[in-house]
C-alpha cells in the first residue's frame, strides 16, 4: 500500500516538474510546481514527517509560490524571448552540452545509488512516532540550533530590507 | 515497505530535472523555479536520511533550507524585477555586462 502510494507522489512530483522545465508560458511553470509541491508534502507524509510537509504547504506553496505568481503578473512576459541574441549554431550546441550535463548528473546519482545495498527504513513505532512529534522538533530547534534560528531572523531581515532596496524605483 | 535508496533515486532525478532547467531555458523566472526544484530535492533528501537514522536533525535542516529559500526567491525576484526595468526582457543572455 505504501508502495503505490510513493509511486503515485513520485510519478506526480516528477511529472510535475518536467511540466515546470518544458512549459513555455511562465505562469504555467509556476502552476506545475504548486503541484509538484503538494505531492512532495505527500512523501513528507510518508516519511512520518507531518511537520515538515504542513510547512512545505504553507511556505512553500503559500507564500513563495504567491511571491512568484506576483512577479509573474507584474512582468506580464508570457513567453519566452526569442532565441536570436546569441548565434543559431552556438546556441544549439549550448542546449545539447546542458542536456548531456543533466544526464550525466542523473546517471551518475543512479549508478552510485545502485551500488549501496538496499537500506529499509525502521518500523519500529516508538521510533517513528519519536520523529513524528512537533514538540521534539521544537526542542531541539531552540535548544541544540537556537544559534541558527537567530542566525537566520539576521538573514530575513537582510534579504527584507535587500528586496526593498534592490526593487526600489531610482529617482 | 518503500526503502531509502527509492527515495534517493526520486531525489536524484529531481535535481537532474532541475539542473536541466537551469541549462536550457532562457527565461530567468524559470530558472528561479529550477532552482527551487534542486531545493526541494535536497529537502526530501534530508527528510529521508533523517527517517532512516530515527532523529530529528533532518527535518530541522529542512526547515532552514526552507527559510533560506525564501530569502533568495525575495531577493532573486527583486533583482529579476530591476533587470526587467533596465532591459525590458528576462533572458539572460541580455544580461552580459559583467562577462569578461
Do not use: C
Amino acid at each position: 500500500m505504501d508502495r503505490i502510494i510513493f509511486y503515485i507522489l513520485a510519478g506526480v512530483t516528477v511529472l510535475a516538474s518536467l511540466g515546470v522545465v518544458s512549459s513555455k508560458n511562465p505562469m504555467h511553470s509556476v502552476m506545475m510546481l504548486i503541484v509538484s509541491f503538494g505531492a512532495l508534502a505527500g512523501l513528507y507524509v510518508l516519511l512520518d514527517a507531518p511537520f515538515t510537509a504542513v510547512t512545505q504547504i504553507i511556505v512553500y506553496a503559500g507564500a513563495i509560490m504567491v511571491l512568484f505568481l506576483f512577479v509573474v503578473m507584474l512582468l506580464n512576459q508570457h513567453k519566452e524571448d526569442d532565441p536570436d541574441v546569441m548565434p543559431a549554431g552556438l546556441r544549439g550546441v549550448n542546449m545539447r552540452a546542458g542536456v548531456l550535463l543533466s544526464l550525466l548528473l542523473a546517471f551518475e546519482v543512479a549508478w552510485g545509488l545502485s551500488r549501496v545495498g538496499v537500506t529499509m527504513f525502521s518500523s519500529d513505532p516508538a521510533a517513528v512516532s519519536s520523529i513524528s512529534s512537533v514538540a521534539r522538533i521544537g526542542t531541539s530547534l531552540f535548544t541544540t540550533h537556537a544559534f541558527a534560528f537567530e542566525v537566520t531572523s539576521v538573514l530575513i531581515l537582510v534579504s527584507m530590507v535587500g528586496a526593498v532596496v534592490i526593487a526600489r524605483r531610482e529617482r | 515497505m518503500v526503502t531509502l535508496n527509492e527515495y534517493l533515486i526520486l531525489s536524484g532525478v529531481l535535481f537532474s530535472i532541475g539542473t536541466a532547467g537551469v541549462f536550457l531555458r532562457r527565461n530567468l523566472i524559470t530558472i528561479l523555479l529550477s532552482i527551487e526544484i534542486m531545493l526541494n530535492a535536497v529537502n526530501i533528501t534530508f527528510v529521508s536520511v533523517g527517517r532512516y537514522q530515527g532523529t530529528v536533525d533532518g527535518q530541522i535542516i529542512t526547515f532552514f533550507v526552507m527559510t533560506v529559500a525564501a530569502a533568495e526567491a525575495a531577493v532573486g525576484l527583486a533583482l529579476v524585477i530591476a533587470l526587467f526595468r533596465h532591459r525590458e526582457t528576462l533572458s539572460p543572455d541580455a544580461f552580459t555586462s559583467l562577462k569578461w
